[in-house]
C-alpha cells in the first residue's frame, strides 16, 4: 500500500472519525503508507477521554499523551477537520456511500452513558441524576476560565451507582472536592494533587483535623454483585483458577486500599429499586439487596430500603454512541468482521476500531492490563500506590493491530484515480475552512489550548 507522489496523484483516501488515542494511531499508520487521511474530530482538541474523562490529577500522564496524539496527527498525509460531529455536521452515508472514499474507521469511542436501571430516571437528569461523563468532564474542566458547561454542587453523601474504577474515580472527585471546600470554610487552602497523593486522613491531620471534625457525611458506592466481582482488575482469558483466584481476591485490597485513603462508604450486593421524587426532584433511591447464584444476580424480595441524597452519579460504564446507518447488536456495533473490525464491505469499507470496537467506554480499559501487572498498574491509576502508568497502550495496541489489517486489506483495491483525490481534498478542506481551521494542525492546537488546561 506504499504509494508515493504528490497529494493529487492515485491514491488510497480514508476518512477517520474520531482523533484520540486509537483514531490518531490508526490514521498514522495509513498516513505512513502513503493514504490521505482525513480526520474528523468533534472537538476542538483531540484528546478525546484522556482530556475529557481521565481524571485531572493524572497531570504527567495526560500532557504525555497530548503529545503523543500531536506528533501522530502532524504526519504531512494528515488533514485533521476540528469541530465536525458525525450525525451533526457530517451524516455517516455521506461519508460511506457519497464520497466514494476508499475507507471509513470509525474511533469515535464510547462516549454514552448506560442508562440508569430504573424506568423514569432519565426525567431526573440535571435533578438530581448525574451521569458519570458529565460529571467527570466537569470536573476536569471547571477550573479554566472559559469553561461554559454545566456545573455541579458537591453534596454531603451523594449516593454513586457503580463498582468499577470509573466508579472509583466518581467517589475520588466527590470525596476530594467535598474535602478541599471543607477546609476552605476554615481559612485553609489546599492542594487537590496533594490530597490526592498523601490521601486525605494525612493531609487533614496536618491541618490538626480529622473527618468526623469536618462533619461531612462521605458519599456512598454501591454494587450489584460482591467486592471479588468488582471490575478492579482483569483476569485475562486463559488463566487458571488459582490466577483467577488470586486476582479476585487483590480486589478486596484494592477497595479496601482505596476506602482508606479517600474515606468514601461502600455496599455491596445492592442495586436500585425505585426513585424517591420530591418536587420534582430525585430526592434519593431505593435500593434493594441481591445475592448471587450460579453467577446470577436475583433480587431479594422486599429488601428495598429508601436511601435519600441530594446528588445521585450513575457509573455503570459508557458505551457507543448509536450512528444512524450504522447496525447495532444490543450495545455494540455489528460486525461483518470482528477481528478486523469490518462493519461493512464495498466501494467504501467501513471499520472501527478502538473503545468503538471493545465497546468499552472506562479509562482503564485503554490501560496495559495483563495478567502479570493488572493489579499493579490498577492501583497506580487509583492513586492507591506511588508513581505513573502507561495510559493507552492497549487501545493504541488494538488500533495499531486494526490499522496494520485494515491497511493491508485496502492494499488488495485499486486506489482513487487523481481526479476523484482532488475532489475529496477540495471537499474536506472546505470543512475545515467552515471551522476556522487553516491546515497548519500546530498552529490550531496552539491557538484552541488554553493557557490553564488542566
Same mark, same amino acid.
Given at each position: 500500500?506504499?504509494?508515493?507522489g504528490?497529494?493529487?496523484s ?38 478525546g ?9 493524572h497531570? $504527567?500522564?495526560? %500532557?504525555? *499523551?497530548?503529545?503523543? /496524539? &500531536?506528533?501522530? @496527527? ?5 488533514y485533521?477537520?476540528? +469541530? ?14 457519497a ?22 430516571a ?38 454513586v451507582?457503580?463498582?468499577g ?11 476530594l ?7 476552605e470554610?476554615l481559612?485553609?487552602?489546599? $492542594?487537590?494533587l %496533594?490530597? *490526592?497523593?498523601?490521601? /486525605? &486522613?494525612?493531609? @487533614? ?8 471534625? +469536618? ?8 454494587y ?6 468488582m ?8 488463566a ?10 487483590a480486589k ?11 474515606l ?11 426513585l ?17 447464584e ?28 448509536a ?29 472501527a476500531t478502538?473503545n ?9 480499559d ?23 502508568f ?65
Amino acid at each position: 500500500m506504499n504509494i508515493g507522489g504528490n497529494s493529487t496523484s492515485s491514491r488510497y483516501v480514508v476518512a477517520v472519525v474520531g482523533a484520540a488515542v486509537a483514531g490518531s494511531e490508526v490514521a498514522r499508520i495509513l498516513a505512513e503508507r502513503g493514504a490521505l487521511v482525513f480526520v474528523f474530530e468533534q472537538n476542538a482538541r483531540p484528546y478525546g477521554k484522556i482530556e475529557d474523562g481521565l481524571p485531572r490529577w493524572h497531570v $504527567d500522564q495526560r %500532557r504525555e *499523551e497530548y503529545a503523543k /496524539i &500531536d506528533r501522530r @496527527l502532524s504526519h504531512a498525509n494528515i488533514y485533521y477537520a476540528p +469541530l465536525t460531529r458525525l450525525g451533526r455536521d457530517l451524516q455517516f452515508d455521506e461519508l460511506a456511500d457519497a464520497w466514494g472514499l476508499s475507507a471509513v474507521i470509525l474511533a469515535n469511542g464510547a462516549w454514552r452513558d448506560r442508562p440508569f436501571p430504573v424506568e423514569g430516571a432519565d426525567r431526573y437528569v440535571g435533578r438530581g441524576l448525574v451521569y458519570q461523563n458529565s460529571f467527570i468532564y466537569w470536573f476536569n474542566h471547571y477550573p479554566e476560565k472559559t469553561y461554559s458547561g454545566p456545573r455541579y454542587e458537591i453534596r454531603p453523601g451523594t449516593i454513586v451507582i457503580g463498582g468499577g474504577l470509573a466508579s472509583i474515580d466518581v467517589v475520588k472527585v466527590l470525596q476530594l472536592e467535598a474535602a478541599l471546600r471543607a477546609l476552605e470554610r476554615l481559612g485553609i487552602r489546599e $492542594d487537590l494533587l %496533594r490530597l *490526592e497523593r498523601e490521601g /486525605i &486522613d494525612p493531609v @487533614l491531620k496536618s491541618h490538626d483535623l480529622t473527618w468526623p471534625r +469536618l462533619n461531612l457525611k462521605p458519599c456512598k458506592l454501591y454494587y450489584r454483585r460482591t467486592v471479588l466481582d468488582m471490575p478492579l482488575a482483569d483476569i485475562p482469558g486463559g488463566a487458571d483458577a488459582k490466577k483467577v483466584e488470586a486476582i479476585r481476591r487483590a480486589k478486596i485490597k484494592i477497595l479496601d486500599k482505596a476506602q482508606r485513603k479517600y474515606l468514601f462508604d461502600f455496599q455491596e450486593l445492592s442495586v436500585p429499586s425505585g426513585l424517591i421524587i420530591e418536587d420534582e426532584r430525585l430526592a434519593g433511591i431505593k435500593i434493594a439487596r441481591t445475592k448471587v447464584e450460579q453467577g446470577r444476580i436475583q433480587v431479594v424480595p422486599a429488601s428495598d430500603v429508601e436511601h435519600r441524597a441530594e446528588l445521585t452519579i450513575s457509573s455503570i460504564g459508557s458505551i457507543p454512541e448509536a450512528i444512524a446507518g450504522v447496525a447495532q447488536n444490543g450495545e455494540v456495533y455489528r460486525y461483518v468482521d470482528p477481528k478486523l473490525g469490518l462493519l461493512r464491505d464495498g466501494r467504501t469499507a467501513v471499520f472501527a476500531t478502538g473503545n468503538v470496537l471493545t465497546g468499552k467506554g472506562n479509562i482503564k480499559d485503554s490501560l496495559d492490563s495483563a495478567a502479570e501487572t493488572g493489579v499493579y498498574v490498577a492501583e497506580r491509576y487509583l492513586g492507591l500506590e506511588p508513581g505513573g502508568f502507561e495510559v493507552g497502550e492497549s487501545e493504541r495496541r488494538l488500533a495499531r493491530e486494526m490499522g496494520e489489517a485494515q491497511a493491508a486489506m485496502l492494499a488488495q483495491r485499486r486506489p482513487l484515480n487523481p481526479a476523484r483525490v482532488a475532489e475529496l481534498l477540495a471537499r474536506v478542506r472546505e470543512r475545515q475552512g467552515a471551522v476556522g481551521y487553516a491546515g497548519d494542525y500546530r498552529a490550531w492546537i496552539a491557538k484552541v489550548l488554553p493557557p490553564d488546561l488542566q
